[in-house]
């Protein structure tokens, strides 16, 4: 058992070694860049957790925690260019520093990557984890284009949104942790659990993202506060704002929403939100998936102890100081 | 043993009876669009080839196969989009039917399709197809970064040309050879001259392509002739035509290259082409290229008529039957 401070000085050790540069340049640099930029790498940390919990060796998880790393990664470059996202982690984004090309062939090549670290997977390992890590992939990208077509689509009902977050962000957090206890040896139905865990916990993080995006303060945010509305980005939020309004209250939604000075424009939409208590009602929202999760948690057949990192994690993401 | 038409009928067989169609429907229909316009299905038949000369049972070289057609036509949409190719097959690419986005997800979707393929290989040979199929990718990827850099790159030499559609055709071909001799057990030694013979017979296949967009008829090439002139594309004819020219006949080179009438530029640079007579020139490289694949084929350690199907499809290839 490991700390998650330790797991994480240990993911550090691994990303801060890698090197990706190869021939020819134009290809690896692209992706030297994307991969040195840092971020969270919480999902190599949550597949060490995974394993580190059930008592596995390290090691072991180590080449699939590297690839799901890259495989996030190689999203974002994708993801970039299609959400037309200049910047990424304070940065230019892939596709505004080189081009669209370059982050489209150097996306594909870190996929391939991915794979070929997910194929050190110890040889007994290896089909369950693949299965898992192409379900997910596949999960990933249909929650992408459920994410585009929502950008259009007029009606977007809260099951819609919440099966999008869960095909975008909660698989690939669950699959981390499932792949970390595959490898540790953890059964079966173990095995679904801390997978459970971790798509509910993730739907959570999520919905959190939303909430803050429009309620948070900046500095602890870490991004402009009030994008998503700036945007008439379908959040949550907005679904439920929505949802809930009265016939005159959905009016002053559609005027706010379609006015051109940002400013007065999230202030103005934020006001809405107040009086329809969506910043209760998300909460609730997070509370339900974050008491869920730790359902799934505490039917994980191992003494409470061991689950300490997983629970304090869990609430931990949810404070946000993970 | 199989013949090559048996192998051919089993490969449309297979393939007529594909459905990738999923949710969303955004990002599936491309993928089956590109998947039932056809093609050659050349690396199928090749997996299939190579799996049958070793006596091996096809069903299971069948998984594997379709991953390699899938990976073969998700590099198709990408490149496409790179290369802005408007036509694939005689109908609109995908990009152009649909969008760039659409391209890009609905590609990196059939990435996974491809791998899920792959990935149900028979437990016992997958680390080796895995591994095999990483490498390729990988190179695949490099051969295209390669390629759009020849595009702007003043100088091009032959041995670079060659590296380049080595990596760009050559090695899934190859590939796909060495996929099915290692399901069907095949030794390391005849597994690696089955994949050399492939590395030859695809540079010969590609300098054959190369020959065939200048000198061809297009009824028998199915696609206009000169157009790698027309877009002044650095083949293996351009760049031994500037090797070998005198510095007058570079100049007119040059100016022909230049000329903004295109049934003038392909007359012109043909004129020059048959003065340096790099018809000739190109033939005895094809020549040497499949003589080659043809010694690495006799070094297998089969029976000469067992391997009588990857003769005759060898030469089949250099006169375009296949």
């Known amino acids: 058992m490991h700390t998650t401070k330790e797991l994480q000085k240990k993911v550090s050790e691994i990303f801060d070694n890698q090197n990706y540069i190869g021939e020819p340049k134009g290809l690896y640099e692209p992706i030297q860049y994307s991969l040195s930029q840092g971020g969270k790498r919480l999902r190599p940390l949550l597949a060490l957790l995974g394993c580190s919990v059930f008592g596995g060796d390290l090691e072991k998880v180590i080449p ?9 990664n190689f999203t974002l470059l994708h ?10 982690r304070g940065q230019p984004s892939v596709y505004t520093k080189w081009d669209t090309n370059t982050a489209i062939l150097s996306g594909d090549t870190m996929f391939v990557l991915a794979y070929d670290y997910v194929t050190k997977t110890e040889a007994k390992y290896l089909v369950d984890v693949l299965q898992i890590f192409n379900q997910t992939a596949r999960e990933v990208c249909e929650g992408q284009q459920y994410d585009m077509n929502y950008e259009t689509q007029e009606f977007v009902g809260v099951k819609d949104y919440i099966e999008m977050i869960r095909l975008k962000t909660a698989v690939l957090i669950a699959a981390a942790l499932k792949i970390g206890a595959i490898v540790a040896a953890a059964d079966a ?3 679904q659990k801390i997978y459970d865990f971790g798509i509910n916990i993730g739907l959570a993080f999520q919905l959190r993202d939303d909430l803050l995006d429009a309620f948070g303060e900046q500095e602890v945010f870490g991004k402009p506060i009030g994008n998503d509305i700036v945007t008439n980005k379908k959040t949550f939020l907005y679904i439920i704002a929505y949802d809930k309004a009265d016939s005159s209250q959905t009016d002053r939604l559609d005027r706010s929403f379609k006015l051109q000075n940002n400013v007065e424009k999230v202030s103005s939409v934020l006001e809405i939100y107040n009086q329809l208590d969506i910043k209760k009602e998300t909460e609730k929202m997070i509370e339900t998936y974050f008491e869920k999760s730790i359902q799934y948690l505490d039917n994980i057949t191992l003494a409470k102890e061991k689950k300490e990192e997983l629970y304090s994690f869990a609430k931990g993401l949810m ?3 993970v």
């Not at 699939?64 to 996030?72: T, W």
């Not at 993801?79 to 990424?88: E, H, N, T, V």
């Open 64 to 72: 699939p925690a590297i690839g799901l790393e890259i495989f996030h």
């Open 79 to 88: 993801d970039d260019i299609m959400d037309q996202a200049a910047i990424r």
């Open 319 to 321: 404070s946000r100081e």
């Open 189 to 191: 139905k173990d095995t």
